[in-house]
């Protein structure tokens, strides 16, 4: 599996200032030109570590969870990594490699481990090794619902979840779904979706659920809205609840992204 890693650094004073970044009422593109090293923050607690945030709840953008891609430099990490009892999160790792303690397990993460943390999970996350650890870190409020438990955390990897294709592609478009969806236990999904050369997404898909989208691995031209717009690994997309869109992957590779969706509960009736 080949996953993109931001490297940070700055552009030379020579580049061109034009890039792809466009922030729309009804999507936004933060191509990987935009994580560099003057747009990184910290967090307490967390020791040797930076992280772009790439999504977060804000009017008029991203409303239901926040998007950060954090690198872990060698003996960093944190033993109080989530200051919100409400969050849980969703861990996706992507270079180098941790050790992440959930309950009192150590599990050793590497590129392609994915963890589910409901909230109120003791975990913490050290990087003991001698390169930077990078990794997804997906947060949302859970919403809980009386009558239904709160799901149990869980570690595994994208090599033990196998692609469901999509009816009629023959293959050309698959999801890895790594919570079952009729488990309405859960309240987003995080899954990776992969496209052969030429697949497609056929018709233009406008639906309830709000999506963060971060592309791992190839390029495309992704529908958003009115627009088409070409993509490439490192770049992440929003799109607003039923922002129309669609998919076409010309190769020369496989085209690979990271897919959050907010699933399973009625849409809230006041802001």
Known sequence: MSY?????????????????????????????????????????????????????????FAETFSWYVVEVAPGGGSERPEGDPEAEA????VGGGATL??????HELEPGSYAFLPPGTAWSLRNGRDENATFHWIRKAYEPVDGIDVPAPFVTHEREVAAEPMPGTDGAWGTQRFVDP????????????????GGAIPF????????????????????????????????????RAFCPQA???????RFRYLLYKDVNRHPRLSL
């Not at 998919?247 to 590779?253: H, I, K, R, T, V």
């Open 4 to 60: 993109w890693v931001p490297q940070g650094g700055l552009p030379a004073q020579t580049e061109l200032t034009t890039d792809r970044a466009v922030f729309t009422d009804a999507y936004a593109v933060l191509p990987r030109g935009t994580m560099r090293d003057i747009v990184t923050s910290r967090l307490p607690f967390w020791d040797d570590t930076r992280l772009w945030v790439i999504a977060r709840p804000l009017s008029g």
């Open 90 to 93: 969703v861990l996706f790792v």
């Open 101 to 106: 303690t959930v309950d009192g397990s150590e």
């Open 182 to 197: 009729l488990d309405v236990r859960h309240d987003l999904h995080v899954n990776i979706v992969t496209f052969e050369p």
């Open 204 to 239: 233009p898909e406008t639906h309830v659920m709000e999506h963060g989208l971060y592309v791992l691995e190839g390029k495309a031209v992704y529908l958003l809205n009115k627009d088409w717009v070409e993509v490439q690994e490192g770049d992440f997309m929003w799109l």
């Open 247 to 253: 998919c076409y992957a010309g190769g020369p590779g």
